[in-house]
């Protein structure tokens, strides 16, 4: 079992800055890797992978956030991280991390691959 425990939502204006965090723990020492994503979700909709790590160094984007948003991994802390910058309204939306245990991590945003999910942190941007 692995938790994951999401902070740093809030409100900012459009233009403005924001640091996800996601705390994990349990089962990082059962040989397996913690593959670790971020997603989205806007009501009604479906969760959308916005940014995800691989065990290649590759990270990924979702092209509307590529060279705004970057994801970061503290293994020594156990956390990942999402720096939002130069957020837009559409950015408004709950934002999930998610994890899933495998011996290489493949960064996909297919939500049905992690088995782990947080308690999500409402993000809102307004003008």
């Known amino acids: 079992q692995v938790q994951l425990v999401e902070s740093g939502g809030g409100s900012v204006q459009t233009g403005g800055s924001l640091r996800l965090s996601c705390k994990y723990s349990?089962?990082?020492?059962?040989?397996?890797?913690?593959?670790l994503a971020w997603f989205r979700q806007y009501p009604g909709a479906e969760r959308e992978g916005i940014a995800s790590?691989?065990?290649?160094?590759?990270?990924y984007y979702l092209g509307s956030v590529r060279d705004r948003f970057i994801i970061s991994q503290d293994n020594a802390e156990n956390t990942v991280y999402l720096q939002m910058n130069n957020l837009k309204f559409e950015d408004t939306a709950m934002y999930y991390c998610?994890?899933?245990?495998?011996?290489?991590?493949?960064?996909?945003?297919?939500?049905?691959?992690?088995?782990?999910w947080g308690q999500g942190t409402q993000v809102t941007v307004s003008s």
């Open positions: 998610a994890a899933v245990l495998a011996t290489f991590c493949t960064g996909a945003f297919n939500p049905d691959r992690y088995d782990y």
């Open positions: 790590t691989a065990s290649s160094g590759d990270d």
């Open positions: 349990g089962a990082t020492d059962s040989g397996y890797r913690v593959c």
